[in-house]
């Protein structure tokens, strides 16, 4: 999945084309985790740098005031669909984008094959769902029972908040052990942004064998405070 960075670590395990069908966080991060050992180098791919918001393309000046600007550069998540959130994550150095999970519920992945531990390339997985009928408060319950329940998630510390004047919650939390991976702990930003059409569920996930390291815990830190939800572009 990830580009190796070591030829002292021991050869990697490809993950194919695989795609990813069922939504929800909870299956995402399970996912994410058994596929991520070992992914220390890039299959059919190619790592990708940062690939910066155009000038004319940054959202107007009023509209990006609520969001948090940060050191790393912007880039931008493409829409699937006309009516999506405008999507931007900043991209640190050293994180490299890996496009072999990309779906309709995984909008972006990136890992840091520099800072890998334990063989686990720490990465950040992007995910957009639409929710029926239900309020932000629903919507991110929903999504915790999911940890809970679908992935075994314990430890969950919630802490409600705002990411670009939308409803946020940000949930730390530690993920049993999955294959040969041994608990780690896992951080994710929810955001809802409510249009006329839909109720969107953004989903920024960050994991990590070593949450110590200062590195993740900077670039972590960039990406979760200054990631970029705003309501779909006019036409």
Request: charged letters at 20%; a negative charge.
């Amino acid at each position: 999945m990830f580009r190796e960075q070591s030829q002292n670590r021991p050869e990697t395990r490809g993950i194919g084309r695989f795609r990813v069908r069922s939504a929800g966080v909870a299956a995402v991060v399970a996912l994410v985790t058994l596929l991520t050992v070992s992914c220390t180098r890039y299959v059919d791919a190619e790592p990708v740098a940062a690939e910066p918001v155009a000038a004319d393309d940054r959202p107007a000046a009023s509209d990006a005031s609520p969001c948090t600007p940060v050191d790393p550069p912007l880039t931008a998540i493409p829409a699937r669909a006309d009516g999506e959130p405008v999507l931007r994550i900043p991209q640190p150095d050293g994180w490299e984008r890996s496009r072999q999970l990309d779906s309709e519920l995984i909008r972006f992945v990136i890992g840091n094959p520099g800072i890998v531990a334990e063989e686990f390339v720490p990465n950040v997985v992007v995910t957009l769902e639409t929710v029926d009928g239900v309020d932000p408060g629903l919507a991110f319950e929903q999504q915790r029972l999911g940890l809970e329940q679908v992935v075994g998630a314990t430890d969950l510390r919630v802490s409600a908040h705002t990411l670009c004047g939308l409803p946020a919650q940000t949930i730390d939390y530690l993920t049993p052990a999955m294959g040969a991976v041994r608990p780690h702990p896992a951080t994710v930003l929810l955001v809802a942004l409510d249009t006329d059409d839909e109720m969107y569920i953004v989903a920024v996930t960050a994991q990590t064998m070593d949450p110590d390291n200062p590195t993740y815990r900077r670039d972590v830190d960039a990406i979760l405070s200054g990631f970029v939800v705003l309501p779909p572009s006019p036409e």
